[in-house]
């Protein structure tokens, strides 16, 4: 006669594999951030009647989309341990660079491609001025963000720029195969971004900088050098980020952008990366993005105050933080 026990004695590994299975699972950095999405959002459609609507919830993938772009970039400096807090003003100052050279007439692509070299070259010089000259993160990106921000306002005089070429547009509102371009743009922009962080030498010194710096530069990894280019990510996506509002919004905005620093260090915190460096993970970030974006929508349909989000939002990724913290001790 066979027993319970011998049973589980004489038949261990697929139980050892089921545990291994979860423990993976319960480990990952993506893990407790999709369950918050899944909480939040069941919380949002039983309390407002109107976020299943289709229309609205296109909505939220649509302003998600713009913050999912920039904390790409941010993803990328908060791995190696830093931050940048330009990302926001070199947004709108790209935008408004592409807005200008189109309504001055030149063709789009040139303005495009003009815009994306500005907002790689803010990066660079963050990238340059952290790595080379050893200047804290959080002090140059703080002063490049007021650069940024105040030679959008001399260069625009303050107003929008209007008069784009109608197929401008197709950035911010086309579709491609039903789903909308700025969604589009996004996904392909994790996409690379995954590619990058999790099959390249590159992706694994941006993990290994952020882990222990000195080790890393021990081992004979030149940690300026990547450092250089994780700022230029960070501006270029930034700039992605401004040909789609530009774009979407048919102007160049000069004060667009504000506050869109915190909400991409909030979508990349509530992903589940450490904010010291050395963990997280990209699809982790488009989890925090998307929550950010139903938090902001829920929140504005129930007639929330602006400035109530605030404090809801700051708690939310103060606990984000503390749950963070306690996860990589």
């Not at 999790?198 to 081992?219: D, P």
């Not at 700022?231 to 667009?256: H, K």
Request: net charge positive; with cysteine; aromatic share 8%.
């Amino acid at each position: 006669m066979t027993t319970p026990t011998s049973t589980s004695a004489a038949n261990p590994k697929p139980r050892r594999q089921r545990r291994s299975h979860w423990s993976r699972l319960v480990h990952s950095p993506v893990f407790f951030p999709l369950l918050g999405f899944i909480a939040v959002f069941i919380v949002m459609a039983l309390v407002n009647d109107n976020f299943l609507l289709p229309n609205n919830l296109s909505n939220v993938a649509r302003q998600g989309a713009i913050i999912g772009i920039i904390a790409v970039g941010m993803s990328f400096a908060i791995f190696t341990g830093g931050i940048d807090l330009s990302v926001g003003p070199v947004m709108a100052l790209s935008g408004t660079i592409m807005a200008g050279l189109m309504a001055g007439g030149w063709p789009p692509t040139v303005a495009v491609i003009a815009g994306l070299l500005l907002g790689m070259m803010f990066g660079a010089f963050n990238g340059a001025c952290v790595a080379f000259a050893r200047m804290p993160p959080i002090i140059v990106t703080l002063a490049t963000m007021g650069i940024a921000r105040g030679l959008g306002l001399i260069y625009t005089g303050g107003y929008p720029i209007s008069g784009l070429p109608a197929g401008f547009a197709f950035f911010g509102r086309g579709e491609v195969l039903g789903i909308q371009a700025p969604i589009v743009i996004m996904l392909l922009v994790y996409l690379v971004a995954y590619v990058v962080l999790h099959h390249t030498s590159f992706g694994r010194y941006v993990y290994a900088i952020g882990g222990n710096e000195e080790a890393t530069r021990l081992t004979g990894i030149r940690v300026p050098r990547f450092k250089l280019m994780v700022y230029t990510i960070s501006g270029l996506t930034a700039a992605i980020a401004g040909l789609v509002i530009t774009s979407r919004l048919m102007s160049g905005q000069p004060n667009a952008g504000t506050g869109f620093e915190l909400d991409a260090i909030a979508a990349v915190v509530l992903g589940g990366a450490a904010i010291a460096g050395g963990r997280g993970a990209i699809l982790g970030t488009l989890v925090g993005a998307m929550l950010l974006a139903i938090l902001n929508n829920g929140l504005n349909l129930m007639g929330v105050s602006p400035y109530l989000q605030d404090v809801v939002k700051g708690g939310i990724i103060l606990l984000a933080i503390y749950i963070g913290r306690g996860r990589n001790a």
